[in-house]
Every structure is written in structure tokens, then in C-alpha cells.
């Protein structure tokens, strides 16, 4: 043991303490919903009480509440999520070729897109949609989101195609690959890690969203998850049993992406945001 | 590159880079360009979002804003949002990932449950931190009833002089964890070298810090301070949802208030004039902050 390992050793409990401490008060909200959620009306009002006997029908009642637009939900995220890959991979490949004053400029532009305020284009986006006949639709959501995620993916992807040595970008088009066999044959197989973080992260940030979908959305047809909630939330009698129920089930798929996919998760965290 | 740009190959590579831009500059133009366009053209005229007849005022919706004392609150909450997002989530994130950064059992653990808030939808963070924060039978007043401190309890979100800070609590929570993450990958990166030369010399951990280990983590300061400036800009989703700018319009900011005048109000002008002032704001604390990233990645490719 020596000298200088000595002190990490002795306060090594009190940071262990202090990280079990910390993580409770972490997990506290959630562990909160998760027992509301188990308890009948009367129990409720008890919140420090475990339930007496679990009772699932908020659960029932929950599912009844936002079922529907759980499935939109997820039939918002997946292709949304997908589609923007895909566009931001496109217009990141040129992007990590021209290196020059144009590419800069055009890589500028879509940087700013990647920091401005969505709320700024709330009134017009409601009009354009709607003049396109896909206001209150699941495809007009696609668009939407792919629309707006341009800039994150492109900014995303353009620093990942840019770490790919130049030299296989020379040999493929000396084999005679030409640029665009080079992104489909070699670049996107290539770069599978990263597209799925952002996949990932995308995914995330599409089921998350509540702006956008409050904006062009307005019945079952292509309400998602979080505009039910949200609704259930400020309701005049909150029911705090089938509230929390909701919540969990609401939660449910970006929690499990996160533990399953935690590596692309957190990569792609840092990936979007560093660089 | 010299080889290529001569032959002719290079200019067919050039179409096909015009023909991949195409789509996502399409999108760029139709979605950001034209609607921000709109939005500041909108802000001049008096229109109620569904008729074809919009009347032109001229500076008229900005004036009236600038004398509403709910436009002037709103703008207020928008820079304590921006105080609070510069300080508290990176701070906390700071400190959670200097905590795990030495050698600790359950470090993954530990890692996970910090960082799994931020997965959550804002609406979700909402709906549970207004039940923790109901006043007669949540968490929180009960927990503090149990420490002997009921007195100091408050109906959290119900008061209009501390709702704001008590959404704030709900938003610390939810996104300590990305500046967390990125401090966790800044100090995994540092030159251990450098702290060990610190702790040799006889510096004590305080000294180390404040003098080695922060300085060289700068480049993930930057990032989650550039990034929370942006999330404090854009600051709508846990308002909105845990409070809808109430009570009072004591937890209103420009967003929720532009949102509440657009599509409740369908005062589409004054919404847009809100817009704008947003725009601007954005614009004076972030575009310093693009540029400077522009420049950093031309650098490191340079």
C-alpha cells in the first residue's frame, strides 16, 4: 500500500455513503410513482405506507386512459427516428467531404437550426401543416421530426464520417467506387455504431416530445403518449393512482432503451453534444 | 485531395454531393428558414391564425408587450431559467461525477441511476414531481412533517413566489444527469499524470481541484455550458406541464406565455412578437457560442 493510495482508501466509505445516499434521492420520484401506483384510493393519501395488497387495476385504468396513444407513441418514434438517421446521414456524408468555405457555411447554417428555440416556429409550422393536409397525422409527425432533427443528426453524423480515415475514402474511388457507392457499400456499413446512437438519442428525443405534438396533433388519430399525459396531469381531479400508472407505462420504452442500449445511449449523448 | 480535385472525377463528385444535400437542405429551408421568416413578418401584423385576412400594425404588438407586466415577468423567469441552468445542473453534475471518479464499489450502479432522469420524458418528470409536491399529502411535505420541519412546508406549486424555484427542483433532477456524463467522460480523459504531479508537490484536494483538475476539464465545461444555455432558451416542456405558467402567470416564460397567446388566445401577432424576442435572446447567448464551436472543429481538422 502505498503513500499516496492512502487517502482514496479511508474516505473511500464516506463517498460510497454518500453515492447510496444521493442515489436514493435519485431514485426517490420513481420509486414514489411505482408504490402510488400499486395503491387503492383510500391508501394513497398514506405516502410513506407500502401498498397493503398490490392493486393493479390502475394499471387497467391507466392502459384504458392512454393506450391509444401509447401506439402512436410508437408509431411516431420508430420510422420518425429511422428517417432521420437516414436524412442526417446524407446530408453529414458531403458535409465530411467538403472541407472547403462552402461545406463550412452550409455546416454553419444547420448548426444554428440545432440551437434555436422550436417555439419560434410553432404559428407558422401549424399553418404549413395544415395547408399540406398533414396536420393531426402520424406521417405529418415523421416529417415533422425528421425535419427537425436535420440539424443534431447531420451535426452528429458529419463529426463521425469525418473520423473515418481519408485514405479508405481514396482507395474506394481508385477502385473506381465512385462517391455514392462509397457511402452506401462502405461508409454506412462502416459506421453502424454510430448511427445507432443516434438512433438512440433520437428515439429518445421523439418520444419525449411534447411541443410539436401538442402543435399538430389534436384527437386519438395521431396523439401521442405525452399529450395524453400531460392532459391526464392538469386535469381538474387528478386521480394520483391511475396518474402514476400512466406515467410508468409513458416512461417505459425510453427506460428500457436506456438500460439496454446504455453504451449507444450515452455515446450518443456525448456524440451530439461534443466534437 | 490535390490528385482528385484535378481530375474529372471531381466534379462529378461534386453533383453527387449537391444531389445528398439536396433533401436535408430542402427540409432546412422549408422548416427553419421560411417559418422563422414568417414569424418575424407575422410579429408586424394582427391575425388570428385561421382567417386569409391579416392586418398590418407595424411595432404595435411589440410596444404593447413591452409595457405588459406579464410579458416583462415572463422575460424575467427566462433569465433566472438561464442563471439556474448555467449553475445548478452543472454544478451537481460536476460533483456527482468527481464523487465516482475515483476508484468506488458499484460504480456502474452508481452511473446508471444518475443518468436515467434524463431519459425521461419532461412530461413524466411533471406529473410525478407535482404529486411529490402536493401540498397536504406528497413526499415532500410529508417527509419534512417527519423531520420536524412541517412548518416550513409550502403549497409549492400553488405559491406564485416560489413556483418557479420549485419547478426548477423538478428540473434539477431531471437533467443534472447530462452534465454529469460529460464531466464523467472529461475527467476519464484527463492526464492522470498531471494530478498525480499536484498531489506530490503537497497540494490538498481542494487546491488540486480549483487549480489542475478543473482547469484542464474546459473543454466539457464549455459543452454543458453552451448546451444548458441552449436548453435554458428553450425552456417549455416541465413548465407547461407541471404548472401552465400559473398560478398567476407567477411560472410563465416566453415560451409558455407565446404558446398560451398563440393557440389559446389565437393572438398570433403578439405571439410572434414573443417569438422574436426569443429569437433574439437566443441569438445574443448562443451565437458567440456556435461561432466559437465552428472555429474549434475547423481547428482540430485543420
Known amino acids: 500500500m502505498s503513500a499516496s493510495s492512502l487517502p482514496a482508501d479511508r474516505d473511500a466509505p464516506i463517498r460510497f455513503a454518500a453515492a447510496v445516499l444521493l442515489s436514493a434521492v435519485f431514485l426517490a420520484p420513481l420509486g414514489m410513482a411505482l408504490l402510488t401506483s400499486l395503491k387503492s384510493p383510500a391508501e394513497i393519501v398514506q405516502i410513506l405506507s407500502l401498498p397493503h395488497r398490490p392493486d393493479w387495476g390502475n394499471y387497467a385504468v391507466a392502459w384504458n386512459q392512454i393506450g391509444r396513444s401509447f401506439i402512436n407513441s410508437i408509431a411516431i418514434t420508430l420510422p420518425g427516428a429511422l428517417l432521420s438517421v437516414l436524412v442526417?446521414?446524407?446530408?453529414?456524408?458531403p458535409l465530411s467531404q467538403l472541407r472547403g468555405r462552402t461545406g463550412m457555411i452550409i455546416y454553419f447554417f444547420l448548426l444554428?437550426?440545432?440551437l434555436v428555440p422550436y417555439q419560434i416556429v410553432q404559428v407558422p409550422l401549424f399553418d404549413?401543416?395544415?395547408h399540406l393536409g398533414l396536420y393531426n397525422t402520424i406521417?405529418?409527425?415523421?416529417?415533422?421530426?425528421?425535419?427537425y432533427g436535420v440539424p443534431i443528426c447531420t451535426f452528429f453524423l458529419r463529426n463521425f464520417f469525418a473520423s473515418v480515415p481519408k485514405s479508405i475514402f481514396e482507395a474506394a474511388m481508385l477502385d473506381g467506387c465512385g462517391p455514392a457507392g462509397y457511402f452506401f457499400r462502405i461508409l454506412l456499413p462502416a459506421s453502424k455504431s454510430g448511427l445507432a446512437a443516434l438512433a438512440i438519442i433520437q428515439s429518445r428525443s421523439i418520444w419525449n416530445d411534447l411541443l410539436f405534438a401538442m402543435t399538430l396533433t389534436s384527437t386519438d388519430r395521431a396523439r401521442p403518449v405525452t399529450v395524453q399525459l400531460n392532459a391526464l396531469t392538469s386535469g381538474l381531479e387528478v386521480q394520483y393512482g391511475p396518474l402514476m400508472a400512466s406515467t410508468l407505462i409513458s416512461i417505459v420504452p425510453v427506460v428500457v432503451a436506456y438500460l439496454v442500449f446504455q453504451k449507444a445511449f450515452v455515446r450518443g449523448m456525448l456524440g451530439g453534444s461534443s466534437k | 485531395m490535390s490528385i482528385t480535385s484535378a481530375t474529372p472525377g471531381a466534379s462529378r463528385a461534386r453533383l453527387v454531393y449537391a444531389l445528398f444535400l439536396a433533401?436535408?437542405?430542402?427540409?432546412?429551408?422549408v422548416f427553419y428558414l421560411l417559418p422563422v421568416a414568417e414569424t418575424i413578418l407575422t410579429s408586424f401584423q394582427k391575425w388570428n391564425g385561421l382567417s386569409a385576412h391579416r392586418t398590418w400594425v407595424g411595432l404595435r404588438n411589440y410596444t404593447a408587450l413591452f409595457g405588459q407586466e406579464r410579458f416583462l415577468h415572463s422575460l424575467i423567469n427566462n433569465i433566472k431559467w438561464l442563471i439556474f441552468y448555467l449553475l445548478a445542473p452543472p454544478s451537481l453534475g460536476l460533483a456527482l461525477a468527481l464523487l465516482l471518479n475515483r476508484e468506488i464499489r458499484g460504480e456502474t450502479i452508481f452511473k446508471v441511476i444518475f443518468f436515467l432522469p434524463y431519459a425521461i420524458p419532461p412530461v413524466a418528470v411533471a406529473s410525478m414531481w407535482r404529486w411529490l409536491y402536493e401540498p397536504s399529502h406528497g413526499l415532500i411535505t410529508v417527509v419534512m412533517q417527519s423531520l420536524g420541519l412541517g412548518a416550513l412546508a409550502q403549497n409549492w406549486l400553488g405559491n406564485p413566489a416560489i413556483v418557479t424555484y420549485a419547478i426548477m427542483g423538478a428540473a434539477l433532477w431531471w437533467t443534472a444527469g447530462f452534465s454529469f456524463i460529460v464531466f464523467s467522460a472529461g475527467l476519464r480523459n484527463l492526464p492522470s499524470e498531471c494530478i498525480e504531479a499536484a498531489r506530490l508537490d503537497g497540494g490538498n484536494a481542494w487546491q488540486i481541484f480549483w487549480r489542475v483538475t478543473f482547469p484542464l476539464l474546459w473543454p466539457s465545461t464549455i459543452i454543458v455550458l453552451g448546451l444548458s444555455a441552449?436548453?435554458?432558451?428553450?425552456?417549455?416542456d416541465i413548465v407547461w406541464a407541471m404548472t401552465n405558467g400559473g398560478p398567476a402567470y407567477a411560472s410563465d416564460v416566453l415560451a409558455t406565455q407565446?404558446?398560451?397567446?398563440?393557440?389559446?388566445?389565437?393572438?398570433?401577432?403578439?405571439?410572434?412578437?414573443i417569438a422574436v424576442t426569443l429569437l433574439v435572446m437566443a441569438a445574443v447567448f448562443i451565437l458567440p457560442y456556435i461561432t466559437y464551436?465552428?472555429?474549434?472543429?475547423?481547428?482540430?481538422?485543420?
Request: hydrophobic content about 55%.
Open chain 1, 88 to 93: 442526417g446521414a446524407i446530408g453529414a456524408f
Open chain 1, 112 to 114: 444554428t437550426g440545432m
Open chain 1, 128 to 130: 404549413l401543416m395544415r
Open chain 1, 139 to 147: 406521417p405529418g409527425m415523421w416529417l415533422v421530426h425528421t425535419a
Open chain 2, 23 to 29: 433533401l436535408p437542405v430542402l427540409l432546412f429551408a
Open chain 2, 230 to 236: 441552449v436548453d435554458a432558451m428553450r425552456i417549455f
Open chain 2, 258 to 273: 407565446m404558446y398560451d397567446v398563440a393557440f389559446g388566445r389565437l393572438n398570433m401577432g403578439q405571439a410572434s412578437a
Open chain 2, 293 to 302: 464551436m465552428a472555429r474549434h472543429v475547423e481547428r482540430t481538422e485543420a
